[in-house]
């Protein structure tokens, strides 16, 4: 097996979702996907890429985490701290494999172990629609489950949440009533929030620029729902999730790359 993963970008910004949203991230996008979601902002990473070893993604990670590294200390760069209180804290910058489908190629499994191995925290977006079992124990998965909006709700791969551990996230993308409604459902079903942090993600418009023919339509019947209405529907049915918005995409016009 050849050592090379076709990468669309590798870009440092800020995280933008999830319990570390706001850390500094150097975001490894690898190309392809096998979903259409109806919200897909990523369309340019089904297709566009370039082959790279993981010898020289390790090296451009390294060259972009370089400043965040304290000069007169010469602990590994991902070396976990103690807080006061005695919890972890995770030294920045994060890694993040995202895409496109980061499990779509199969070395994407040997750059995380060799990330993880460098002392870098390390996480994995993924669609939910793959075996999440092989990844390293010690990247954080943040991993979707696709509401019926996403018009992929049926390539949901049930089995990986027995696989889900304290220290993975579980996503939800929500776009209209209904999604929310099927989230919610999903809660108490799978007891989902005895498992980990649960969010639920406000879908921010697609620009006219980032449609794509290919993305599935959103099912006929749904209703939209505002940031605001999700909101305020996560408080008055009391869930215990975590409401979030794309950071990067209020900081940044919303279809600017790597951001
Ligand atoms: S899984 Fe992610 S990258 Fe793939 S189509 Fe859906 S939103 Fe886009």
Same mark, same amino acid.
């Given at each position: 097996?050849?050592?090379?993963?076709?990468?669309?970008?590798?870009?440092?910004?800020?995280?933008?979702?999830?319990?570390?949203?706001?850390?500094?991230?150097?975001?490894?996008?690898?190309?392809?996907?096998?979903?259409?979601?109806?919200?897909?902002?990523?369309?340019?990473?089904?297709?566009?890429?370039?082959?790279?070893?993981?010898?020289?993604?390790?090296?451009?990670?390294?060259?972009?985490?370089?400043?965040?590294?304290?000069?007169?200390?010469?602990?590994?760069?991902?070396?976990?701290?103690?807080?006061?209180?005695?919890?972890?804290?995770?030294?920045? #910058?994060?890694?993040? !494999?995202?895409?496109?489908? +980061? %499990? &779509?190629?199969?070395?994407?499994? *040997? /750059?995380?172990?060799?990330?993880?191995?460098?002392?870098?925290?390390?996480?994995?977006?993924?669609?939910?629609?793959?075996?999440?079992?092989?990844?390293?124990?010690?990247?954080?998965?943040?991993?979707?489950l696709?509401c019926?909006?996403?018009?992929?709700?049926?390539?949901?791969?049930?089995?990986?949440?027995?696989?889900?551990?304290?220290?993975?996230?579980?996503k939800f993308v929500i776009?209209?009533?209904?999604?929310?409604?099927?989230a919610?459902?999903?809660? #108490?079903?799978?007891? !989902?929030?005895?498992?980990? +942090? %649960? &969010?639920f993600?406000?879908?921010? *418009? /697609?620009?006219?620029?980032?449609?794509?023919?290919?993305?599935?339509?959103?099912?006929?019947?749904?209703?939209?729902?505002?940031?605001?209405?999700?909101?305020?529907?996560?408080?008055?049915?009391?869930?215990?999730?975590?409401?979030?918005?794309?950071?990067?995409?209020?900081?940044?016009?919303?279809?600017?790359?790597?951001?």
């Amino acid at each position: 097996m050849s050592d090379t993963l076709v990468v669309n970008e590798i870009y440092l910004s800020l995280q933008g979702e999830s319990t570390f949203a706001g850390l500094p991230c150097v975001f490894i996008r690898l190309t392809a996907c096998d979903l259409r979601c109806s919200y897909c902002d990523t369309a340019y990473a089904f297709t566009e890429g370039k082959k790279k070893s993981l010898e020289e993604i390790c090296t451009e990670v390294r060259q972009l985490a370089a400043p965040f590294r304290p000069p007169l200390n010469p602990q590994p760069l991902g070396a976990a701290k103690r807080s006061g209180d005695g919890s972890t804290l995770n030294s920045v #910058p994060l890694v993040e !494999l995202t895409g496109g489908e +980061p %499990l &779509l190629q199969k070395n994407s499994l *040997p /750059l995380m172990k060799l990330l993880c191995d460098d002392g870098f925290t390390v996480l994995l977006e993924t669609s939910g629609a793959h075996d999440i079992s092989p990844v390293d124990p010690r990247v954080r998965r943040i991993m979707d489950l696709k509401c019926p909006g996403s018009g992929e709700a049926e390539r949901n791969r049930w089995a990986n949440l027995k696989l889900l551990k304290a220290t993975d996230e579980i996503k939800f993308v929500i776009r209209t009533v209904e999604d929310y409604e099927w989230a919610r459902r999903q809660i #108490p079903e799978h007891r !989902l929030n005895l498992v980990c +942090p %649960l &969010l639920f993600s406000w879908v921010h *418009p /697609l620009a006219p620029e980032q449609q794509n023919k290919s993305l599935k339509k959103v099912p006929a019947g749904q209703t939209a729902v505002s940031r605001r209405e999700l909101a305020e529907r996560i408080i008055a049915d009391a869930l215990p999730v975590r409401f979030q918005v794309q950071l990067h995409k209020i900081i940044w016009p919303p279809k600017q790359r790597g951001v």
